[in-house]
């Protein structure tokens, strides 16, 4: 038996465009699942870079802008330059003691002393990254006019790129000289993390 269903025509061109009407809005559904299920991942993505943020601010910590990181990372790099290794001891005594002769002073003995580790609270040897560091001190006996030997100690922390201390500093006249000249006993103290 053939079963023939006549429609009309008007009636078949309603039927296709509500198809396709449901067609697109299906597709059109789709298309919006998709991103919003994108933008879910990217809202929860953006959640947690602010908790990040959060909990980095929360911490004490202040983020720092690439700019200003870098200059920080220039003075780092230049605190770093500034430390001294015990192999390099006879140049720092060498240039010491040029310093000294340039300044109008004349050097009677300068010395290094043993190094000894850098104590922090409780006597404890100071550590920073793993690392420890330690005092290398050299002892320098000079004699000259008490300018002179203003100028040799401004000199030394205008010319030095090393960081240094003076631990100790003892000024006396000098017997059997003649007068305005003095004896000046230092210790200054250079800094090494890799003795």
């Given at each position: 038996?053939?079963?023939?269903?006549?429609m009309?025509?008007?009636?078949?061109?309603?039927?296709?465009?509500?198809?396709?009407?449901?067609?697109?809005?299906?597709?059109?559904?789709?298309?919006?699942?998709?991103?919003?299920?994108?933008?879910?991942?990217?809202?929860?993505?953006?959640?947690?870079?602010?908790?990040?943020v959060?909990?980095?601010?929360?911490?004490?910590?202040?983020?720092?802008?690439p700019?200003?990181?870098?200059?920080?990372?220039?003075?780092?790099?230049?605190?770093?330059?500034?430390?001294?290794?015990?192999?390099?001891?006879?140049?720092?005594?060498?240039?010491?003691?040029?310093?000294?002769?340039?300044?109008?002073?004349?050097?009677?003995?300068?010395?290094?002393?043993?190094?000894?580790?850098?104590?922090?609270?409780?006597?404890?040897?100071?550590?920073?990254?793993?690392?420890?560091?330690?005092?290398?001190?050299?002892?320098?006996?000079?004699?000259?006019?008490?300018?002179?030997?203003?100028?040799?100690?401004?000199?030394?922390?205008?010319?030095?790129?090393?960081?240094?201390?003076?631990?100790?500093?003892?000024?006396?006249?000098?017997?059997?000289?003649?007068?305005?000249?003095?004896?000046?006993?230092?210790?200054?103290?250079?800094?090494?993390?890799?003795?």
């Amino acid at each position: 038996m053939d079963l023939k269903i006549k429609m009309p025509r008007k009636l078949t061109a309603g039927l296709v465009v509500a198809l396709m009407a449901a067609l697109v809005i299906v597709s059109e559904l789709a298309v919006q699942l998709h991103l919003h299920s994108k933008y879910r991942r990217i809202a929860a993505d953006i959640g947690s870079r602010r908790q990040e943020v959060a909990r980095a601010k929360s911490s004490g910590l202040n983020l720092l802008a690439p700019e200003e990181l870098a200059r920080l990372q220039k003075r780092v790099a230049a605190f770093q330059r500034g430390f001294v290794s015990v192999s390099q001891t006879a140049v720092i005594l060498d240039g010491i003691s040029d310093q000294a002769e340039r300044s109008g002073v004349r050097v009677v003995g300068v010395n290094s002393a043993q190094p000894a580790a850098l104590k922090a609270e409780g006597d404890v040897d100071f550590e920073m990254g793993g690392a420890k560091y330690y005092n290398l001190p050299i002892v320098i006996k000079i004699e000259g006019s008490s300018r002179s030997i203003a100028d040799f100690l401004r000199s030394m922390a205008v010319s030095s790129e090393r960081i240094f201390v003076v631990d100790t500093f003892q000024i006396s006249k000098t017997v059997g000289r003649p007068s305005g000249i003095l004896t000046c006993e230092l210790t200054i103290s250079f800094f090494s993390n890799n003795v």
